[in-house]
């Protein structure tokens, strides 16, 4: 049986269709269970990237507003009171995500500012270390 294995001398047609074959195999592999992807289709989660990391920025900013605002105990409980369908709204119609120089709201963000907002227990104390009261 080694002997003959040794003996074997494949022909060109034969390995033409094994590098074939195994150029085919590499490339099924690669997309499917290697995490290859085409150069449209990696631009394309670049940017669902970019808007969902935009739209994330401006929830933190709008929370921060929201929460630093002198009627925010009052507001939350409006928040907490209004469906869930109509949150973005009240988020956006009180200006939480309205940002100087910024003309269009971040897609999504005011959802996000919401849902973080509803997540809140009570809106949190600021702490004002002794020092910045002091001087």
């Given at each position: 049986m080694s002997q003959q294995f040794e003996e074997y001398r494949p022909s060109k047609t034969l390995w033409f269709w094994s590098v074939v074959g195994a150029m085919v195999l590499t490339i099924i592999v690669g997309f499917t269970a290697g995490g290859w992807t085409l150069a449209g289709t990696a631009a394309e989660m670049a940017k669902t990237s970019a808007i969902k990391a935009r739209a994330e920025l401006a929830a933190n900013l709008c929370v921060q507003k929201f929460i630093t605002a002198s009627d925010a105990s009052q507001n939350l409980a409006k928040l907490k009171e209004t469906s869930s369908y109509q949150r973005d709204g009240f988020i956006t119609d009180g200006g939480w995500v309205k940002f100087a120089g910024i003309k269009k709201?971040?897609?999504?963000?005011?959802?996000?500012?919401?849902?973080?907002?509803?997540?809140?227990?009570?809106?949190p104390m600021s702490t004002v270390s002794e020092d910045q009261t002091k001087g």
């Open positions: 709201d971040a897609p999504g963000a005011a959802d996000l500012c919401a849902e973080k907002l509803v997540a809140l227990d009570a809106i």
